[in-house]
């Protein structure tokens, strides 16, 4: 009787995973020549299998059409008290569980015996496969503030697995747990956004940890208002901000027209236009990335006085046009002059 072993062996290695693998069983007998069909017989007695499970490796149960199967400590012994026909594969199931100290492989070896074997020295194989460690992560990704923050991601590993932690943006900071072995957390610092939002990853684990942080723009002009004369004119405000941060600009008066840079990237001019102004003094604002800009333009100089006047039963009227060719910040009292002085002339006109 010969006798023979093969086996293979599948492991997909997780955290508190159980893994199967099949050892295959295969017997032939010659006694005869090979032409001697009447010389092959099947075995006779009872057939074991040995596996001593390498380290990391814990056995479950063994399955396999008349196989009974047991274990003390990493010894595995199989039995199957039935003959095995010649030619004839007898496969047996064993479920393990793996941990993290099997990685990153495992040589596992079988041997099989039956009292009627007549070579002994081709019963026994061995098989290498790698034990990955599938570890994981919680959370995989996180949002912050402008202001940034701190945080932390638990690492998921079986015993054993070696994992590192790397940061792959330059305002993430890894500040502990760069590196470990099993359940571990990586802790770390966002620093905070002056500019646009913005995305960073951490490579934990093999596993890829994602950080969003909200805009920190800022803007400034570099002046809040400007004054015109009646006649108008053009004027321009500069927006300095950040590369990258997004403003816009819009006038809220109909006398101001935007004629360049009506929105922008990063720092930009806004250049407008002022209308000529025929009517009293007027006020309007432009909205420069989210700031208040104002325009303040001076009256033509035009004043129209109408006064009724009363006298002795009789009512005329006095009207007076006047230029005013100085400002028009001129003061009051001298208004009030001149119109004393147009009433005056026009009573005096009445009266004769």
């Given at each position: 009787m010969k006798g023979r072993l093969s086996r293979a062996l599948w492991l997909l290695v997780a955290f508190d995973v159980v893994a199967l693998f099949t050892v295959f069983v295969l017997a032939f007998y010659g006694g005869q020549k090979a032409s001697n069909a009447a010389g092959i017989f099947s075995s006779s007695g009872a057939t074991t299998v040995t596996d001593i499970l390498p380290a990391g490796l814990s056995f479950i149960s063994g399955t396999g059409t008349g196989w009974s199967c047991s274990s003390s400590g990493q010894t595995v012994s199989c039995t199957n008290s039935g003959p095995i026909p010649p030619g004839a594969i007898s496969p047996i199931t064993l479920t393990v569980a793996v941990s993290g100290v099997a990685a990153p492989s495992v040589t596992n070896t079988a041997t099989v015996s039956n009292a009627g074997d007549i070579n002994a020295a081709?019963?026994?194989?061995?098989?290498?496969?790698?034990?990955?460690?599938?570890?994981?992560?919680?959370?995989?990704?996180?949002?912050?503030?402008?202001?940034?923050?701190?945080?932390?991601?638990?690492?998921?590993?079986?015993?054993?697995?070696?994992?590192?932690?790397t940061s792959n943006a330059s305002f993430i900071t890894i500040t502990s747990g760069g590196s470990g072995s099993g359940v571990g957390t990586v802790n770390y610092t966002v620093a905070a956004n002056s500019g646009p939002a913005r995305n960073g990853t951490i490579t934990i684990a093999g596993q890829t940890f994602t950080v969003s942080q909200?805009?920190?723009?800022?803007?400034?002009?570099?002046?809040?208002?400007?004054?015109?004369?009646?006649?108008?004119?053009?004027?321009?405000?500069?927006?300095?901000?950040?590369?990258?941060?997004?403003?816009?600009?819009?006038?809220?008066?109909?006398?101001?027209?935007?004629?360049?840079?009506?929105?922008?990237?990063?720092?930009?001019?806004v250049n407008y236009t002022v209308a000529a102004n025929n009517g009293p003094g007027r006020n309007g604002t432009m909205t420069i990335a989210g700031q208040t800009f104002t325009v303040t333009q001076a009256s033509n100089g035009q004043q129209n006085l109408n006064v009724a006047l009363a006298s002795n039963g009789a009512t005329a009227m006095a009207s007076s046009l006047y230029n005013a060719s100085y400002p028009a910040r001129q003061s009051c009292r001298d208004c009030r002059t001149r119109l004393r002085q147009a009433l005056s002339s026009q009573v005096n006109t009445i009266s004769h």
């Open positions: 081709n019963n026994s194989a061995s098989d290498s496969t790698a034990v990955h460690c599938d570890d994981s992560i919680a959370p995989s990704s996180r949002s912050f503030a402008e202001t940034g923050g701190a945080g932390s991601v638990l690492v998921m590993a079986a015993g054993g697995c070696q994992w590192t932690a909200d805009a920190g723009c800022t803007f400034s002009l570099d002046s809040a208002s400007q004054s015109f004369t009646s006649s108008g004119g053009n004027g321009s405000v500069s927006v300095t901000t950040p590369a990258g941060c997004v403003w816009t600009a819009t006038s809220n008066a109909g006398f101001i027209t935007i004629t360049s840079g009506n929105g922008g990237s990063g720092s930009g001019v």
